[in-house]
């Protein structure tokens, strides 16, 4: 007796209880759809982080300095000058400093902008443009000069789109807008968005109330940013003797912790959804002692005719593994649908394009699992089987 | 040549608490090939336990079954099942025929754990059902069969791997007489045709129509010998 004699007796009595076999599935399907849709979820997590990382550059560096307390004081100079220093490893450096002071169009106060003080390589660091008028150059710096580089949102909302040549006030400085940027962000901008915010030069901020709380520097190459990361902090450890006074981050490296974080979670909800999987297999199991009990008969009969025991062990087994391996071809549909309409849930309820993308490997995995535990849990119910002696099991009413 | 079925002191106990059932008590008798043998009893003398053990079904727990000449009591459940494919085509009272199965499928059951293909195992069922006259009828389901009909089907899956042993377990007894008669004119002609058929009934009139009774009572025989000789006691219907 082949194994697709069998499947095909397997399947022969699927076909003869389609509703038992169908519910019998049905913990199967939950769960592998269950499992499909959350790595799926996870998956499109994923993608939408690293996206929103890459905008904002995975090359750079976010350098805060405390130096209250230290001995020294790291002055603007200084970080242009390690940078200068380690060129092999950075390249482009902005402060930013806090700026102090409500901001003001017209007699209206703004709240939620950020407003924060830049050199003229900020954009390029960011790799923001200017979509009107000019951005901040050297000279701006040098001679803090009290001009400002506006996003979309303040542009549209406040200046009709005409914010070029206009005027806006920080605290006490009057503001001339000499540039207004694109368009950051993929929806229309919004107050406290990436397209809210203003941009002055740092040396202004900083005469005025503000401060220098960090520096962003830009690492030479993407794939050396761990290096360049060592540079700066050898640098800046060099400077002040210590470590307590400055931290350095990456952004590939918050990525990727952030990236490892969304791997755990994913795998915690995955190992919750494979208990429905397990809870399935456990319904087959129960399905299959009853058929057992009911086919005892049968199996009398297929015995005096020569079936041996490994004969009837593997037509139980098979039926228990085609009816899981049904159950999980039909939960990676249903996991796809799932997964379709989640999408579109997530855009209609968020507003964000997070696209719930099944993975090869989850979907391999899941119908893999089902499968095995059609094997597992129907090697029980079939043994019995197996086991019955001919005798009684003919005489079975 | 060996003899095809010997008993020599067969005994068969069942334990049942503290109690000893002796079901079959140092039977002892020899079929040859081509003997059409019924082996009767009231119930409860052991015949079934008798047709279990020639059947291969059961082992004796005494004494020794031979089979062709191969000692049965010896043999492992897989090497039991082997024989009860190979060697031996059974008959029951009830057909046991596998419901979900169609006519031609029930006839290969045999074949297919045999190991034999697809193709070959079709036609030869389909063969074994013309030679009971229910080849039109292979694509049926067993229920769309009237009884006789249906035991038909269970000698044409007896006689389909083409056995030495041809056991009837009351083949009749779930039939009226007028089927019952035909199914016994067709165990008469295979036996004709040259096969072992071995009978098991509680009923003389049937018995009557093989060559040879063995009859028992209380698990020992006490009759062994040709048709003619009167029945001494037992059941008579």
Same mark, same amino acid.
């Given at each position: ?147 400002c580089v506006v996003g979309e949102y303040l542009n ?242 | ?53 020639? *059947? ?13 000449? #191969? =000692? %049965? !009591?010896?043999?492992? $459940? ?36 045999? *190991? ?13 059902? #013309? =030679? %009971? !006259?229910?080849?039109? $009828?292979?694509?049926?389901?067993p229920n769309q069969l009237s009884g006789g009909q ?86 008579s219907q």
């Amino acid at each position: 007796m082949s194994v697709l004699d069998s499947v095909t007796m397997a399947l022969k009595n699927i076909k003869t209880s389609k509703v038992r076999t169908f519910l019998t599935m049905l913990g199967i399907i939950i769960g592998v759809a269950a499992v499909i849709v959350i790595v799926g979820l996870g998956n499109g997590l994923q993608n939408y982080v690293t996206d929103s990382f890459a905008s904002l550059g995975t090359n750079t560096l976010n350098v805060s300095v405390q130096s209250r307390g230290a001995t020294r004081t790291l002055k603007v100079d200084d970080v242009y000058a390690i940078v200068e220093d380690n060129s092999e490893y950075l390249a482009l450096c902005s402060p930013t400093a806090s700026v102090s002071g409500a901001l003001k169009i017209g007699t209206e106060t703004i709240t939620g902008s950020t407003v924060s003080g830049v050199s003229e390589d900020y954009f390029e660091i960011r790799g923001y443009e200017i979509a009107e008028g000019r951005g901040l150059v050297y000279n701006d710096i040098a001679t803090c000069a009290k001009v400002c580089v506006v996003g979309e949102y303040l542009n549209r909302a406040y200046f009709d789109g005409e914010a070029v040549g206009q005027y806006l006030r920080l605290g006490y400085l009057r503001l001339k807008i000499i540039g207004v940027m694109a368009q950051e962000s993929d929806d229309a901008p919004e107050s406290g968005g990436t397209d809210d915010c203003v941009y002055l030069p740092y040396s202004t901020a900083s005469r005025s109330s503000g401060r220098i709380t960090g520096y962003v520097i830009t690492a030479r190459d993407e794939k050396t940013v761990t290096q360049s990361k060592n540079a700066l902090e050898d640098a800046l450890f060099d400077y002040f003797d210590s470590e307590d006074y400055y931290t350095v981050i990456s952004m590939s490296e918050i990525l990727s912790v952030m990236t490892s974080m969304i791997d755990i979670m994913v795998g915690v909800l995955a190992g919750i959804a494979a208990i429905s999987l397990v809870v399935g297999g456990i319904g087959i199991m129960n399905i299959m002692l009853v058929s057992v009990t009911e086919r005892t008969r049968e199996i009398g009969i297929r015995k005096s005719l020569g079936a041996k025991e490994r004969y009837i062990l593997e037509q139980f087994i098979i039926e228990a593994a085609t009816t899981s391996a049904i159950g999980g071809v039909l939960g990676i549909g249903f996991g796809y649908v799932l997964s379709a309409a989640a999408t579109k849930v997530i855009e209609l309820a968020m507003d964000e394009a997070l696209i719930v993308t099944p993975t090869a490997s989850a979907i391999v995995l899941a119908f893999g699992i089902s499968c095995g535990i059609g094997v597992l849990f129907g090697f029980l119910p079939a043994r019995k089987a197996a086991r019955l002696n001919p005798i009684d099991a003919l005489r079975y009413e | 040549m060996c003899a095809l079925i010997e008993f020599r002191n067969v005994c068969k106990y069942y334990y049942m608490g503290d109690n000893t059932v002796v079901a079959a008590d140092h039977v002892s008798f020899t079929i040859e090939r081509g003997e059409f043998v019924a082996i009767v009893g009231q119930s409860g003398s052991g015949k079934s336990t008798c047709m279990n053990i020639i *059947g291969c079904l059961d082992v004796p727990t005494e004494g020794t079954y031979l089979l062709n000449g #191969a =000692d %049965v !009591g010896t043999l492992g $459940k897989n090497e039991l099942a082997e024989i009860r494919n190979e060697q031996i085509g059974f008959i029951f009272q009830q057909y046991n025929l596998l419901p979900k199965l169609n006519l031609a499928e029930n006839v290969e059951v045999p074949l297919m754990y045999a *190991g034999v293909g697809k193709a070959e195992r079709r036609a030869r069922a389909r063969k074994a059902l #013309a =030679d %009971v !006259g229910l080849d039109d $009828k292979w694509r049926n389901r067993p229920n769309q069969l009237s009884g006789g009909q249906q035991q038909r089907v269970s000698i044409a899956r007896a006689l389909v791997g083409d056995p030495s042993l041809i056991l009837a377990d009351e083949p009749t007894g779930a039939l009226d007489s007028k089927t019952g008669k035909e199914v016994l004119a067709i165990l008469r002609s295979l036996n004709e045709a040259g096969r072992t058929v071995v009978l098991i009934t509680h009923d003389n009139s049937i018995a009557a129509q093989a060559q040879r009774i063995i009859r028992l009572a209380d698990g020992k025989v006490i009759y062994d010998g040709p048709v003619d000789e009167p029945p001494k006691g037992g059941g008579s219907q």
